[in-house]
Nanobody, 124 residues
């Protein structure tokens, strides 16, 4: 498993932007597909985006398409989530997740490494 630490959350007005970062501990980071999920109280963890081990492939939830961009820097063992045009519905705790596989999935159960989460609050 890889240790993951998210940062970059906070309070932003609707229409604004935030960039989340997830720093990974493992030197084998480039062997991991990485993803972002989010969760609000009383709801299941929701897929946002994943990126392949080399950054060549990405996949987004419909709610994120056109507004969010996932990227990674394997040299810095970090994955990012650039979030633009934020809406109040984007308010959630955002989690970084890792899966030792070339490609990600949309299912939280298939990731075995998780960060502690970072709160994103969008005010309308």
């Amino acid at each position: 498993q890889v240790q993951l630490v998210e940062s970059g959350g906070g309070l932003v007005q609707a229409g604004g932007s935030l960039r989340l970062s997830c720093a990974a501990s493992a030197r084998t980071f480039s062997s991991y597909a990485m993803a972002w999920f989010r969760q609000t109280p009383g709801k299941e963890r929701e897929f946002v985006a994943w990126i392949s081990w080399d950054g060549s492939r990405t996949n987004y939830a419909d709610s994120a398409k056109g507004r969010f961009t996932i990227s990674r820097d394997n040299a810095k063992t970090t994955v990012f989530l650039q979030m633009n045009s934020l809406k109040s519905d984007d308010t959630a705790v955002y989690y970084c997740a890792g899966r030792r596989s070339p490609y990600g999935t949309i299912w939280a159960r298939e990731y075995n490494s998780w960060g502690q989460g970072t709160q994103v609050t969008v005010s309308s």
